[in-house]
């Protein structure tokens, strides 16, 4: 086999993780979110894995139509629902729930003459001002919503937060409040909570949390790690040295020579790059796992290759395993060298990383 680099998919994990989310989430129903592709892990994996979910989450209707050919019968909410008319016929295909969160949608719906009724979430925008209906508007979109034949009567009610991952801030505390209040005289259960107010807002709690980093032992709080909160990592990306050379005092490695050699060292070379996912971002010093030791990447991130730094490995040699991130190197660390978030590298992986899975328990 030529390329070696491989994401070990940790089923265990995954199933640890609801149950994690499960626990904090105080007897709250879980939606799994599984949109882009499972964050990266594989949607239909994720979905077998997280099969005890009460419903899943996705941002396309095709991925709720991949949900169902595989053959899940739970409940899939589309959490932008229809983006145009046509999307109706289809919702109702394939019993897909749909997050309405503005006036054409309304409109698609009210034209509508199908009468077989389709399970709508009314989304409340509360301060992020990206999708929903302003909360002055709630009473009267959700009477409008009621009035149609076309919509189930268990409208559920949700908003998302913007800064949830900042447990000082009060701009969470105020969605929450805007949210309440505009609700107050509706009836249907609340979901406010993605993973971050998970952790650090327990007031969001609602009916249905709607968790998809922490399934993945993702956490996007600043300086954390998904196992500081009890978390496992779901995804371990690897590949192997293909190459180790001396390198003399004072050379320079990589394109665009952004590292000069201090001393006479080795230099591992690895069959990942940016073609696979790993972030050319990342900069020199951003760490790697050479059998089990810590390195780091120096130089340049290429296509096909990263260049390591092998002082810390003397015995490293052609054919040993280099970890990228995983169960023994927080992505989120990595995240940070590369100035972006966990879920951002999770999601990057491209169709040369070859996925495998793993039931092994921690
Ligand atoms: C993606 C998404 C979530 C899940 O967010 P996490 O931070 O991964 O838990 C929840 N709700 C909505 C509307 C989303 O788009």
Same mark, same amino acid.
């Given at each position: 086999?030529?390329?070696?680099?491989?994401?070990?998919?940790?089923?265990?994990?995954?199933? @640890?993780?609801?149950?994690?989310?499960?626990?904090?989430?105080?007897?709250?129903?879980?939606?799994?979110?599984?949109?882009?592709? &499972?964050?990266?892990?594989?949607?239909?994996?994720?979905?077998?894995?997280?099969?005890?979910?009460?419903?899943?989450?996705?941002?396309?209707?095709?991925?709720?139509?991949?949900?169902?050919?595989?053959?899940?019968?739970?409940?899939?909410?589309?959490?932008?629902?229809?983006? $145009?008319?046509?999307?109706?016929? $289809?919702?109702?295909?394939?019993?897909?729930?749909?997050?309405?969160? @503005?006036?054409?949608?309304?409109?698609?719906?009210?034209?509508?003459?199908?009468?077989?009724?389709?399970?709508?979430?009314?989304?409340?925008?509360?301060?992020?001002?990206?999708?929903?209906?302003?909360?002055?508007?709630?009473?009267?979109?959700?009477?409008?919503?009621?009035?149609?034949?076309?919509?189930?009567?268990?409208?559920?009610?949700?908003? @998302?937060?913007?800064?949830? %991952?900042?447990?000082?801030?009060?701009?969470?505390?105020?969605?929450?409040?805007?949210?309440?209040?505009?609700?107050?005289?509706?009836? &249907?259960? @609340?979901?406010?909570?993605?993973?971050?107010?998970?952790?650090?807002?327990?007031?969001?709690?609602?009916?249905?949390?709607?968790?998809?980093?922490?399934?993945?032992?993702?956490?996007?709080?600043?300086?954390?790690?998904?196992? %500081?909160?009890?978390?496992?990592?779901?995804?371990?990306?690897?590949?192997?040295?293909?190459?180790?050379?001396?390198?003399?005092?004072?050379?320079?490695?990589?394109?665009?020579?952004?590292?000069?050699?201090?001393? %006479?060292?080795?230099?591992?070379?690895?069959?990942?790059?940016?073609?696979?996912?790993?972030?050319?971002?990342?900069?020199? &010093?951003?760490?790697?796992?050479?059998? +089990?030791?810590?390195?780091?990447?120096?130089?340049?991130?290429?296509? %096909?290759?990263?260049?390591?730094?092998?002082?810390?490995?003397?015995?490293?040699?052609?054919?040993?395993?280099?970890?990228?991130?995983?169960?023994?190197?927080?992505?989120?660390?990595?995240?940070?060298?590369? +100035?972006?978030?966990?879920?951002?590298?999770?999601?990057?992986?491209?169709?040369?990383?070859?996925?495998?899975?793993?039931?092994?328990?921690?």
């Amino acid at each position: 086999m030529s390329r070696a680099a491989f994401a070990t998919i940790h089923l265990a994990s995954l199933r @640890h993780n609801l149950q994690r989310v499960r626990e904090l989430g105080g007897g709250a129903k879980v939606m799994a979110v599984v949109k882009a592709d &499972g964050y990266g892990h594989g949607l239909e994996r994720v979905a077998r894995a997280l099969a005890s979910a009460d419903a899943f989450g996705v941002a396309a209707i095709a991925d709720g139509l991949r949900l169902r050919a595989a053959g899940f019968r739970q409940r899939i909410v589309v959490l932008s629902g229809p983006d $145009e008319a046509a999307d109706l016929a $289809e919702l109702r295909r394939l019993d897909l729930d749909a997050v309405i969160h @503005h006036d054409s949608q309304v409109a698609w719906l009210e034209a509508d003459r199908d009468p077989r009724p389709i399970r709508a979430w009314l989304k409340i925008e509360s301060g992020m001002h990206r999708l929903g209906f302003a909360p002055a508007r709630a009473a009267e979109m959700y009477a409008r919503l009621r009035a149609l034949a076309s919509i189930r009567s268990d409208i559920t009610l949700m908003t @998302h937060f913007a800064a949830s %991952d900042e447990f000082d801030k009060q701009l969470t505390a105020a969605q929450i409040a805007v949210f309440d209040a505009a609700v107050s005289d509706l009836p &249907g259960e @609340h979901s406010l909570a993605n993973s971050a107010a998970v952790l650090g807002w327990p007031a969001a709690r609602g009916q249905w949390l709607r968790t998809g980093g922490l399934l993945y032992g993702l956490s996007v709080v600043d300086g954390k790690t998904g196992e %500081d909160f009890g978390f496992q990592p779901a995804m371990t990306l690897s590949s192997k040295l293909i190459a180790v050379n001396d390198v003399r005092k004072g050379e320079h490695i990589g394109y665009a020579a952004t590292w000069q050699c201090p001393e %006479d060292m080795r230099i591992g070379v690895a069959a990942i790059g940016y073609g696979d996912g790993y972030p050319r971002s990342a900069a020199s &010093g951003t760490p790697v796992l050479v059998n +089990g030791q810590r390195a780091a990447i120096v130089g340049r991130v290429s296509m %096909d290759l990263i260049t390591i730094d092998l002082r810390n490995v003397p015995n490293a040699q052609v054919g040993d395993e280099v970890v990228l991130w995983g169960r023994d190197l927080p992505v989120e660390e990595i995240a940070t060298h590369a +100035g972006t978030i966990s879920y951002d590298l999770t999601c990057g992986m491209t169709k040369r990383v070859l996925f495998v899975e793993d039931d092994s328990a921690v």
